[in-house]
């Protein structure tokens, strides 16, 4: 208890001087340039860990609903941490997509009251709203987890990840994100990202977690492989990039070290907690570059297009009725991007230990209430 | 009902990039900032190569994907066909940005950015004033000059009167007659927005 109590005070206080850093950061990046995460895409890191942070709750709420069931054994009676961790991760995901994608974060509760139907960012947003809700009643709720709650989380959960997967999927003709395998891919990187996270709730020794982790990325692997084959067979812009265009070093370190790599590692029955450790976070690391190579690789066109010059010659092969941008734009990550993303992570920390300590506390204090019954 | 578009001559194109300086001039855009540019693009191959001019601006679809997906209705078509975007319900998402397959929509990261290092000239605080940090821009067919019965910059600055506008509903229209008697196409058809940008 006092260990767990230790880490928490660690975690807080580290998750509190990252999202200062964050923070400040971001202050002057507002005063000076005023871009959101500023580069040559509109997307890129910073909507990855997004999307990453939202699955990763996602994951944990389907994974503290496994557990209501018996799934997973080693997790049982910690489905209040799964929930902090939900809930944690939800808010961090809210308060990255607002402060470092908008440009007016200020106007983002106009959502509430004048959010249009046609949008999927509207439906994201409620339904986030949605599972923040449900996640904060089955933290706050003590005793015996409901399993109607941990039903209506999981669902809830599933209506995020597969509409984010949906908000790529729908833009028109863009190579990559149009495939039908994108909901697939995200679940499954949800899915990963969630039972990872839950490994590290049970200690690392959950065999039952590591082959669930173990086969989502091999699924995972697997499919991106079959989409590169698919994409080099209709000659697509991402299947050249992730072959012989500037984002294949990434695409094939992040499908062998951060997806093949660590399934292998947590398939073998022999790996010791220390390997099984190093395994997660190559796993979680392999999730976050595999979203962020999809986003650049669909992106990589558009953002040629949009990049103006005065005084060049605007140069883009393709016939005169096509609009075939063959251009490809490099993505330069920005100090300030690493910075916010680092702030979220901050809070996501700080967030998830003060949440945890509720939730622990309770706990004691229930269990001081049986004891003093029981006596 | 009016329904506005435009057609361009690319026959008659020269790629003098008038059309690209006006717009930037008329609606004052920074550094950057384009709401209509000139794509130069060669097709062929030697001895048959040519030389291909594409002036490339928004296409104020009948079924814009731009609308669809904005989450705060910030962007609409108005009922004259003529995709508008609001700045000031506008939250900065970029979703329009990436859900158009024309990429002709601009992010305004520093509307007060200037051409000069002195600073913003007289004329640069007067014409970028309208524009809000945060926000996407594009062409709206120079709305407030149609609105007084004038034609967008573009079509007035055009040495080759390359450029139509008008009402493609009016049959009397020259666009109208124009679209009648010659071939014409639209940018990404397969993206199924009906584009109201033809070009001969």
């Known amino acids: 208890m006092m260990k767990t109590k230790s880490m928490n005070s660690k975690m807080l206080i580290i998750g509190c001087v990252l999202f200062v850093f964050g923070l400040i950061c971001y202050l002057a990046m507002q005063v000076s340039a005023g871009v959101p995460a500023s580069t040559n895409y509109p997307f890129g890191l910073y909507l990855a860990m997004f999307f990453c ?20 054994p080693e997790l049982a009676g910690k489905h209040r941490r799964l929930y902090a961790g939900t809930l944690a991760l939800l808010v961090t995901a809210g308060i990255t997509i607002t402060f470092l994608d908008c440009g007016q974060p200020a106007r983002v509760p106009r959502m509430l009251f004048a959010a249009s139907g046609t949008s999927l960012v509207s439906w994201d947003f409620f339904s986030l709203i949605t599972i923040t809700i449900l996640s904060f009643i089955a933290l706050m709720r003590k ?25 790529l999927f729908v833009t028109a003709d863009v190579d990559l994100w149009n495939s039908a395998l994108m909901v697939v891919i995200y679940l499954l990187e949800a899915y990963a990202l969630g ?87 190559l796993a979680i690391l392999g999730v976050i570059f595999d979203k962020l190579a999809v986003i650049l690789a669909g992106e990589a066109p558009i953002a040629a297009g949009s990049i103006l010059t005065e005084g060049s010659t605007f140069i883009a092969a393709g016939a005169p009725h096509t609009f075939n941008m063959t251009r490809i734009a490099i993505y330069q990550l920005s100090f300030m991007e690493v910075a916010g993303v680092i702030g979220a992570l901050g809070i996501a920390l700080a967030v998830f230990a003060l949440l945890d300590r509720i939730a622990s506390n309770d706990a004691v204090a229930q269990s001081n209430e049986v004891e003093s019954a029981s006596e | 009902m009016t329904r506005y578009a435009m057609a361009i001559k690319t026959k008659n194109c020269v790629g003098c990039n008038s059309c690209t300086v006006a717009c930037k001039v008329g609606n004052g855009l920074g550094p950057g900032l384009f709401y209509s540019h000139v794509k130069i693009s060669e097709a062929g191959t030697y001895p048959n190569a040519k030389m291909v001019v594409q002036p490339i601006l928004c296409n ?34 970029r979703y329009c940005m990436i859900a158009c397959p024309y990429d002709v929509r601009q992010f305004i990261t520093d509307p007060d950015k200037g051409y000069y290092d002195e600073g913003l000239t007289a004329f640069e ?65 397969a993206a199924g927005t009906e584009p109201c940008v033809f070009y001969l």
């Open chain 1, 53 to 72: 942070f939202a699955g990763a709750a996602c994951g944990l709420a389907v994974v503290a609903l496994l557990t209501t069931f018996g799934v997973f």
């Open chain 1, 143 to 167: 005793g015996q987890p409901s399993k109607v709650l941990a039903i209506l989380a999981a669902i809830a959960a599933t209506f995020v990840v597969v509409v984010e997967a949906l908000i």
């Open chain 1, 195 to 281: 039972c990872t996270l839950a490994l590290f709730a049970a200690g690392m020794e959950s065999r039952a977690l590591r082959l669930n982790i173990g086969g989502a990325l091999i699924a995972l692997a697997v499919i991106q492989i079959i989409e590169l084959i698919g994409g080099i067979y209709v000659k697509s812009t991402a299947s050249a990039l992730f072959t012989t265009g500037y984002l294949a070093p990434m695409f094939w370190l992040t499908v062998v070290v951060g997806l093949v790599v660590p399934a292998v590692l947590l398939f073998r029955q022999g790996t010791q907690p220390s390997g099984v450790k190093v395994a997660s976070v």
């Open chain 2, 60 to 93: 104020n679809c009948e079924n814009a994907a731009c609308a669809e997906v904005c989450p705060v209705h910030a962007t609409y078509v108005r009922p004259d066909g003529i995709v508008v975007i609001d700045q000031d319900k506008c939250i900065g998402c």
């Open chain 2, 125 to 189: 605080k007067q014409a970028y004033g309208h524009h809000q940090k945060g926000t996407v821009e594009k062409c709206e067919f120079c709305v407030d000059r149609v609105e007084q019965g004038k034609l967008p910059y573009c079509v007035q600055i055009c040495p080759a009167k390359a450029r139509i506008f008008g009402d493609i509903e009016d049959p009397d229209s020259e666009i109208s007659k124009v679209l009648r008697e010659n071939e014409h196409h639209v940018l990404n058809e």
